[in-house]
């Protein structure tokens, strides 16, 4: 069974700044483009930030400059370094990765999400 454990969130003062990891386990070939997603109360979900397993980086307009994706490929896990937090930040924060697995093949996986709330 394959997982995708979110970590780091939480409340932070507006200028904060917050690292999220996310690391997947299980019976796992290869691991393609990671990401970030999140949602906010009320609001669909959005697109924060994604990584190739190359490197290759993109960004949501509203974090560009602020935030940062990176992953470690040996240890299957992707991060987001978060800083100069907005109060429009909060939102419950979700891991994504398109992986080979040996049960379902090519397929997306998801996270359970972690919250992160930026008091002004």
């Known amino acids: 069974q394959v997982q995708l454990v979110e970590s780091g969130g939480g409340l932070v003062q507006a200028g904060g700044s917050l690292r999220l990891s996310c690391a997947a386990s299980?019976?796992?070939?290869?691991?393609?483009?990671m990401g970030w997603y999140r949602q906010a109360p009320g609001k669909q979900r959005e697109l924060v930030a994604t990584?190739?397993?190359?490197?290759?980086?993109n960004y949501a307009d509203s974090v560009k400059g602020r935030f940062t994706i990176s992953r470690d490929n040996a240890r299957n896990t992707v991060y987001l370094q978060m800083n100069s937090l907005k109060p429009e930040d909060t939102a419950v924060y979700y891991c994504?990765?398109?992986?080979?697995?040996?049960?379902?093949?090519?397929?997306?996986?998801w996270g359970q999400g972690t919250q992160v709330t930026v008091s002004s």
């Open positions: 994504a990765a398109e992986m080979v697995t040996i049960k379902s093949g090519l397929s997306d996986h």
């Open positions: 299980g019976s796992i070939f290869v691991i393609n483009d």
């Open positions: 990584i190739t397993r190359g490197g290759t980086t």
